[in-house]
């Protein structure tokens, strides 16, 4: 699902230049979300809230939340927190 975010925030997300970050930036603003299995599988990151946790690091919201994974175990997803 693509959301309509506001130009300040979108300013803010095309700030970040590092790579790790702006993956998954790139990734939530592409699908409306993204998952560890998403970060460990796709990016080959072996630590997935590391790279929502720099995310984070740069002010911007992220809201963390409960899916089933593609094993039926529940996993992390992350999707943007309040822009305004």
Do not use: C, W
Not at 31 to 40: A, N, R
Not at 48 to 65: K, L, Q, S
Request: hydrophobic share 35%; glycine share 8%.
């Amino acid at each position: 699902m693509k959301r309509k975010y506001p130009r300040a925030f979108l300013n803010v997300l095309n700030s970040v230049e590092a790579k790790r970050p702006r993956t998954v930036i790139q990734h939530i603003l592409t699908h409306g979300f993204i998952t560890s299995q998403d970060l460990k599988d796709l990016y080959g990151y072996n630590h997935p809230p590391r790279a929502v946790r720099d995310v984070r690091e740069y002010g911007i919201p992220i809201v963390t939340y409960r899916v089933e994974g593609t094993d039926g175990r529940k996993i992390a997803a992350y999707k943007f927190g309040d822009t305004i």
